[in-house]
């Protein structure tokens, strides 16, 4: 059974527009929350991570926004460019079983 | 100076045949895992070991064996393989496992492996 649910499975998006992914955990025993990005042949590298006491973290272009109650996060990319196009994962760590949970991943594909 | 690196690349192989896939990290971490991704890009972790001893071993076939030499390489082994086992697989590293905000994997590039 899968611990976090990922979504959407695929992605189109303009250039320069707002790509978003969203995903979904039911354990409350997750305290770290990372994204990482793939591109084709490569393997995953993290993109940027946050903690459930934080409800927003910005990186450049790359945000996360995280309820805590609706048990939701989600990673917005704004002003999307061609060199995003990768696959995106979510994931979820747990200190108890110590183990990096994945989402099943969003392709994420952006249009020149 | 690639930080995780694993070898081969590329691994074409018939069923029943016994193969090895080896990793090697140089950023002196103590932790080390295998991930498998199938074809549907689903990420998911097989083992880890940290400095030296394994602590995660989901529910994998005993066909696959890993084996950490010393806490910079960590090889994983399979035997008779068979057509479900191809897949990407990923070595991976960390620095302390046990801390959530120090959890950050560093992946090497894969190693494709297709059972004909």
């Known amino acids: 059974q899968q611990q976090v649910k990922q979504s959407p499975q695929s992605l189109i998006v303009q250039k320069g527009g707002i790509s978003i992914i969203n995903c979904a955990y039911e354990n409350t025993a997750f305290d770290y929350f990372p994204w990482y990005q793939q591109f084709p042949g490569k393997g995953p590298a993290l993109l940027i991570a946050?903690?459930?006491?934080?409800s927003e973290k910005k990186e450049g272009r790359f945000t996360i926004s995280f309820n805590k109650s609706a048990k939701q996060f989600s990673l917005h990319i704004m002003d999307s460019q061609p060199g995003d196009s990768a696959t995106y994962f979510c994931a979820a760590f747990r200190e108890y079983g110590n183990k990096l949970v994945f989402g099943a991943g969003t392709i994420l594909r952006v249009k020149s | 100076d690639t930080a995780v690196s694993q070898t081969p690349k590329y691994l074409v192989t018939q069923m029943g045949n016994d193969k090895s896939i080896k990793c090697e990290q140089n950023?002196?971490?103590?932790?080390m895992y295998w991930y498998k991704q199938d074809s549907k890009k689903f990420l998911k972790i097989m083992f880890s070991?940290?400095?030296?001893?394994?602590?995660i071993n989901e529910t994998v076939p005993n066909r696959f064996s890993p084996k950490s030499p010393d806490k910079a390489h960590l090889n994983l082994h399979i035997n008779s393989l068979e057509l479900g086992d191809s897949a990407v697989y990923f070595c991976?590293?960390?620095?302390?496992?046990?801390?959530?905000?120090?959890?950050?994997?560093?992946f090497g590039a894969g190693s494709r492996l297709t059972v004909l």
């Open positions: 991976a590293s960390s620095q302390d496992l046990r801390e959530a905000g120090a959890n950050v994997l560093t």
């Open positions: 950023l002196g971490h103590d932790t």
């Open positions: 946050i903690r459930p006491d934080v």
């Open positions: 070991y940290n400095n030296k001893e394994l602590i």
